[in-house]
């Protein structure tokens, strides 16, 4: 089993900044890719950015390149997500995302980081 605990969630002003993180452990040895997902109120889940353990392969959602960047650290098996330029759109609880294989679905969920962003 693998779990994933996310940080850094919370009330924002439009055009701020703020870095989640996401910490895995447990059965990590497998881990390929890791990926943030968003939940707005009343909305499905979307797919927001992720990126190879070993820090290649990087993807974004069109509604945040440019403006969002993932990095990770494969020793510790962190990932991390840098928000820049925040709107109010971006309101969602964050989810992290594990992935054991170059394709699939994802295996492992976090429980979720609220972000806030008012106007």
């Known amino acids: 089993q693998v779990q994933l605990v996310e940080s850094g969630g919370g009330l924002m002003q439009a055009g701020d900044s703020l870095r989640l993180s996401c910490a895995a452990s447990g059965r990590t040895f497998s881990t390929y890719r890791m990926g943030w997902f968003r939940q707005a109120p009343g909305k499905e889940r979307e797919f927001v950015a992720a990126?190879?353990?070993?820090?290649?392969?990087?993807n974004y959602a069109d509604s945040v390149k440019g403006r969002f960047t993932i990095s990770s650290d494969n020793a510790k098996k962190t990932v991390a997500l840098l928000m820049s330029n925040l709107k109010p759109e971006d309101t969602a609880v964050y989810y992290c995302?594990?992935?054991?294989?170059?394709?699939?679905?994802?295996?492992?969920w976090g429980q979720g980081t609220q972000v806030t962003v008012s106007s």
């Open positions: 995302a594990l992935r054991s294989g170059p394709t699939g679905r994802y295996d492992y």
């Open positions: 990126i190879r353990i070993d820090g290649g392969n990087t």
